[in-house]
T-cell receptor, first 109, second 116 residues
Framework: GQNIDQPTEMTATEGAIVQINCTYQ??????LFWYQQHAGEAPTFLSY??LDGLEEKGRFSSFLSRSKGYSYLLLKELQMKDSASYLCAVRDSNYQLIWGAGTKLIIKP | GAVVSQHPSWVICKSGTSVKIECRSLDFQATTMFWYRQFPKQSLMLMAT?????????EQGVEKDKFLINHASLTLSTLTVTSAHPEDSSFYIC????????????FGPGTRLTVT
């Protein structure tokens, strides 16, 4: 079956760095996405990786290792507004998005 | 950037009634739209893929006669929850993909449905 694992909840301090991991087992691979979702709102797109390596976009970076079925989202200089759920999603061979359950990130002052 | 709207943003209805949710792509034509359902503290669950001018493709376990999807134009898809029950109470989100763009789906703001 298809499976995406990410931690349920993480806590970090304002100004610090946090890494949210995602491992996946899917039928085929056509890219991995990270989305941010604030409570009661729809997800917003953060990053897309299809090749191995690190993609940097401002305070956020995303890494992919296809051989290991592994990705992480790195958030630097954490701000209180970064408190949200972070969803990892993989596009499979049918171009369907398979979603992880999300990681709730709690930022403390 | 691409904008997707949903209407209504929230709705309360009585058990047994039907509710229609609209999803519109405001500044692009969306040949494909997706409907998701999200229960509290859970991830998004794809309900169906809607292609303009053809029947929607429903995911396993989703009743197509209960969740009617119509994609009559390149900018509008509708989801009708028929004979709603309290267990249908959820957050319904649509997303749209621009033709030729495979990297992103643009999400609507979601509709919170409460069935009493």
């Amino acid at each position: 079956g298809q499976n995406i694992d990410q931690p349920t909840e993480m806590t970090a301090t304002e100004g610090a760095i946090v890494q949210i991991n995602c491992t996946y087992q899917t039928s085929g691979f056509n890219g991995l996405f990270w989305y941010q979702q604030h409570a009661g709102e729809a997800p917003t797109f953060l990053s897309y990786n299809v090749l191995d390596g690190l993609e940097e976009k401002g305070r956020f970076s995303s890494f992919l290792s296809r051989s290991k079925g592994y990705s992480y989202l790195l958030l630097k200089e954490l701000q209180m507004k970064d408190s949200a759920s972070y969803l990892c999603a993989v596009r499979d061979s049918n171009y369907q998005l398979i979603w992880g359950a999300g990681t709730k990130l709690i930022i403390k002052p | 950037g691409a904008v997707v709207s949903q209407h209504p943003s929230w709705v309360i209805c009585k058990s047994g009634t039907s509710v229609k949710i609209e999803c519109r792509s405001l500044d692009f034509q969306a040949t494909t739209m997706f409907w998701y359902r999200q229960f509290p503290k859970q991830s998004l669950m794809l309900m169906a893929t809607s292609n303009e001018g053809s029947k929607a493709t429903y995911e396993q376990g989703v009743e197509k006669d209960k969740f009617l999807i119509n994609h009559a134009s390149l900018t509008l898809s509708t989801l009708t929850v028929t004979s709603a029950h309290p267990e249908d109470s959820s957050f319904y989100i649509c997303s749209a993909r621009q033709p030729g763009q495979e990297t992103e789906q643009y999400f609507g703001p979601g509709t919170r449905l409460t069935v009493t």
